[in-house]
């Protein structure tokens, strides 16, 4: 029989009449004839309210702890479910994260699944059950539970397709698919049928609502990952190995824009341009868990450089005060920073071998009269820092630049 | 290292508050040296919460869901109790149910324990951990998640302190000990310092606010139970085993009053004196899971009798009608129920080698004109069935006939 696995996100189970409306559309997948296994993360807004009744007792939640408490919001939404199926009609059961098998490493907080033993979301299925396992938690060797952090169910529901062999694993969340743009940004963005792994993988990094680590799982493991909307029957958006070979020509080469905001840039002005300079700069941070984005180093003149990079906005203040510890150390003369930046990428497969992409991005921001204050490059995407008052302009004329909107 | 296992309710754990409070006692216990296992109660009222959150979604939900939705309650409190305690500079951990080893059957809802396997726990506390155990839940053998029932996180602590050998179980609650008779309604009863499981078992089946589950596995184990206040440091009552031989004749014959309110009461009129005529007609009451307290049946007249018994006032209804489906297959005439009564006890351990003291009940109840509906009697206690209205006369009357008060 085929399966299939949902995932339903937080929103989608937010009151009794969404998750009675969740449970409507699993019984008809289950009617169609198919085996269903559905992943759902905990209701609404329960895993930050968890965490900001943690801090009422705790300054510093011990993360075991924290994980064990968090992993109840799952268990609520899940149960919760299997009962609205149960009362439709449909015999249904809930598997926590280590009845499901999911076995992590001892992470803490951003644990990583190392195995799925798919014994008993198996044997459930084989008598017909359909089968709900709570999302973003697993358990460890000495059987203790931990979370996956953020995109935790995501990757849950990815990484049950590929244990079980899952035709197909579907996202239902609150947008309705993958788009060309924000649609909230550029109003005839264009939703895309089908998307490849690595586009979808960097659009995914750059503000569309799936993270990376469940589109990356797919991608080794061949799995299929369809994003919909569980509040409508609209299509939705095929993430898979599309197949370039016969269509390298035809194909459309930028496959959409993405944007971040809240950015920071910190420049650590005058650094000897030495090796190992940046090393003594970006561990440090590293070890504070601060997460760091674009890094650009100027060309040195007369072996003095600058090296600056971005941060969230959120980590600027811990970023700065870090760097600026480490400015006598490394020899450089000031730390400066600028809390008013976002980011703009082009992304799209089709990029790597055809030139003038990027030149075509610069003139499109030059003629809308918006600065680039760096620019950074992968294989398949372009990305450039600029004012954040200015993103919304910058995403609507580079998705006009590159006419990916809907034809009218 | 001595061993200690306390028990707090979910009164005790019910806001950041109280969670803190409660860390600050079981830091004492640990700086004076003792080990200390700690079970918690869901915080106030989430477990009726819960419950009705699953009735949201559906009319009957599943037992095995609603147990794995339940378990939650637990694992918040206690995770919440752990921070604070390592918030103070404690080291402790938390072990939900299955974690702490406590296996039990498959009956949902009203699970027993079969066996704790307390190799996690013992390893935790000889690291000098504080281990906060998540009361009500336990995991069967197939690994799924079962509570424990009405008074299930009393039955943990005490089953656990049995299968650690613990000196004592300390129930922390919010009331601060055990009385001769309920304080709100009789102004001077006197605390027990120290009462026999008997007795307590029954003054704990009829109104004392801990379960008789856990009283019975004290018991039979061995464990001295200590019921006390978690808001003072007042002394407390200690439930354990009397020695009775020393002060036979010394001793206080009556224990103290216990009542129950919210009784009702059904009368199959009418019914053929046959052997099995009872068997017939509480059976299907058993199989409805009816719970029948006192049972009468008249002396026969002419080979025709009538039952009487007792059901709590919430099941009236459904006892009610059960029966008048009985009526004819029993050839009885009519069904007849009185929904305004309630139940008085006098308990003592001593009575039963002493004459006179149903008497002396009898003779106390009628000066007081309070008319006796029915009479049930045991080894260490004596039961009458009366008008609800009068019940707290009567256990003001009672207790004060049998001179249970504090002397002035």
């Not at 109840?72 to 149960?86: D, H, I, N, Q, Y």
């Not at 699944?113 to 060797?141: D, H, M, N, Y």
């Not at 060309?299 to 906005?313: A, H, M």
């Given at each position: 029989m085929e399966l299939v696995v949902h995932k339903y996100g937080g929103s989608s189970v937010a009151d009794a009449q969404k998750i009675e409306n969740v449970a409507r559309r699993i019984g008809k997948v289950k009617e169609s004839g198919q085996s269903?296994?559905?992943?759902?993360?905990?209701?609404?807004?329960?895993?930050?309210?968890?965490?900001?009744?943690?801090?009422?007792?705790?300054?510093?939640?011990?993360?075991?702890?924290?994980?064990?408490?968090?992993?109840?919001?799952?268990?609520?939404?899940?149960?919760?479910?299997?009962?609205?199926?149960?009362?439709?009609?449909?015999?249904?059961?809930?598997?926590?994260?280590?009845?499901?098998?999911?076995?992590?490493?001892?992470?803490?907080?951003?644990?990583?699944?190392?195995?799925?033993?798919?014994?008993?979301?198996?044997?459930?299925?084989?008598?017909?059950?359909?089968?709900?396992?709570?999302?973003?938690?697993?358990?460890?060797?000495?059987l203790d539970i931990t979370t996956l952090g953020r995109g935790g169910s995501d990757t849950t529901a990815v990484a049950l397709a590929a244990a079980l062999n899952a035709e197909r694993c579907d996202i239902y969340t609150d947008v309705d698919g993958i788009y060309t743009a924000d649609p909230r940004i550029v109003p005839n963005a264009r939703k895309l049928s089908e998307i490849d792994y690595e586009e979808m993988l960097e659009l995914a990094s750059y503000g569309a609502k799936m993270h990376p680590r469940s589109i990356e799982l797919g991608a080794v493991n061949g799995v299929p990952i369809y994003v919909a909307s569980s509040f409508s029957d609209s299509a939705g958006t095929l993430i898979h190995r599309v197949d370039k070979v016969n269509e390298l020509e035809n194909r459309v080469k930028v496959t959409g824009?993405?944007?971040?905001?809240?950015?920071?840039?910190?420049?650590?002005?005058?650094?000897?341009?030495?090796?190992?300079?940046?090393?003594?700069?970006?561990?440090?941070?590293?070890?504070?868990?601060?997460?760091?984005?674009?890094?650009?180093?100027?060309?040195?003149?007369?072996?003095?450089?600058?090296?600056?990079?971005?941060?969230?906005?959120?980590?600027?203040?811990?970023?700065?005060?870090?760097?600026?510890?480490?400015l006598s150390q490394l020899g450089g003369t000031e730390v400066i920073s600028d809390d008013t930046l976002a980011s703009v990428h082009v992304v799209g497969s089709g990029m790597q071998n055809t030139p003038g992409y990027a030149s075509r991005m610069f003139r499109i921001l030059a003629e809308g009269n918006i600065n680039i204050d760096m620019i950074t490059t992968s294989e398949i995407r372009i990305s450039c820092i600029i004012k954040e008052e200015q993103v919304a302009d910058a995403v609507r004329l580079l998705h006009e630049g590159f006419e990916l909107g809907e034809e009218n």
């Open positions: 269903i296994v559905a992943v759902a993360s905990a209701m609404g807004d329960t895993t930050d309210e968890l965490i900001d009744l943690a801090h009422t007792v705790a300054a510093d939640p011990d993360p075991r702890e924290l994980d064990l408490l968090l992993s109840t919001g799952e268990l609520v939404s899940c149960t919760l479910l299997t009962m609205a199926l149960r009362n439709l009609g449909y015999d249904a059961i809930t598997l926590s994260g280590f009845q499901a098998g999911i076995r992590t490493d001892d992470m803490y907080g951003k644990a990583r699944i190392f195995s799925i033993e798919p014994g008993r979301v198996q044997s459930e299925l084989s008598e017909g059950k359909v089968v709900i396992v709570a999302g973003f938690q697993g358990i460890t060797e000495d824009i993405a944007y971040q905001a809240n950015l920071a840039k910190i420049t650590v002005r005058s650094l000897p341009d030495r090796p190992g300079i940046a090393a003594a700069l970006f561990e440090p941070l590293a070890a504070r868990g601060i997460s760091v984005d674009t890094i650009v180093q100027n060309t040195s003149l007369e072996r003095i450089t600058d090296i600056s990079f971005t941060v969230s906005r959120s980590e600027l203040t811990l970023a700065f005060a870090e760097s600026q510890k480490l």
